[in-house]
């Protein structure tokens, strides 16, 4: 059994994933977290939809640590950067959803040798698919097809373009590496015709959408589409849980969704 310490567990993400957890023989939920200001920091907190499953919200990661196999943190970037630093220091191996974290300290910390953590801007396998495939699709289409890139999130979203968006200019970056690419961020007024290699990321807000991802490719007489669409934020809580259970058995490494999901 997996013993399992969940933080930012009162959150969209974190209240699903201890929810799953709870419910899954797979794992122990030995502990869950908040930030230090939650006013529930504390208290016992009851899992909806899992009778008897029932755990003190804690604020401090360093003094419950040594009693967990794997650490979840879907949080704050600021706080994720701390919690993977405290995870290399104590050899624990750990799962990051966060988004905006910074890359270059994420890459320092799979040089050392000392990290075990996957990190992965969505969780989701039918998004890793989705870079899977734009990948391919970027390889074989070659520079004839501009691409432009549309995500939507709900309105509470703070940041924009969503890091799956952001990931998947990378991975269509990456995969032309001939190309003198330009990022552009949105269009208005009079910007006159679109540049060869323009690569445009465009962010929409609205309602309760828990995610969408479209790539899209224009070419001569054509034009190809590749979507995601999520409907529930369990998809994404599934699969930081699929991480978990694989990362336990790994060497040291940093890995992500496409190294758990063999599509490397």
Request: proline content about 4%.
């Amino acid at each position: 059994m997996i013993r399992l310490f969940i933080t930012g567990a009162c959150g969209r993400m974190g209240s699903t994933i201890l929810r799953l957890a709870a419910a899954d023989p797979a794992f122990a939920v030995t502990h869950i977290m908040e930030a230090p200001n939650h006013p529930l920091i504390g208290t016992r907190l009851d899992v909806s939809g899992v009778p008897g499953a029932s755990f003190n919200l804690e604020h401090e990661l360093t003094r419950c640590i040594d009693d967990c196999d794997v650490i979840v943190d879907f949080s704050e970037a600021e706080a994720t950067m701390n919690n993977l630093r405290v995870s290399v220091d104590k050899a624990k191996a750990i799962v990051v959803g966060t988004t905006g974290l910074p890359r270059q300290e994420i890459e320092d910390m799979a040089k050392t040798g000392k990290a075990l953590a996957v990190v992965s801007p969505n969780m989701s396998i039918g998004v890793n698919l989705l870079f899977d495939l734009a990948e391919k699709a970027a390889r074989a289409l070659g520079s004839d097809y501009d691409t432009e890139i549309m995500e939507m999130h709900h309105k509470w979203k703070k940041d924009a373009p969503s890091g799956t968006a952001i990931r998947l200019r990378e991975i269509i970056k990456n995969a032309q590496p001939g190309r003198a690419w330009i990022d552009v961020a949105g269009r208005d007024g009079m910007v006159g015709e679109r540049k060869k290699d323009e690569i445009a990321v465009f962010a929409l807000r609205g309602g309760d959408v828990v995610g969408e991802h479209t790539v899209l490719f224009a070419g001569p007489g054509e034009r190809l589409e590749i979507a995601h669409r999520a409907y529930s934020r369990e998809n994404f809580a599934r699969g930081a849980l699929v991480a978990a259970k694989w990362l336990v058995k790994q060497p040291k490494g940093v890995y992500d969704m496409a190294d758990v999901l063999g599509l490397k």
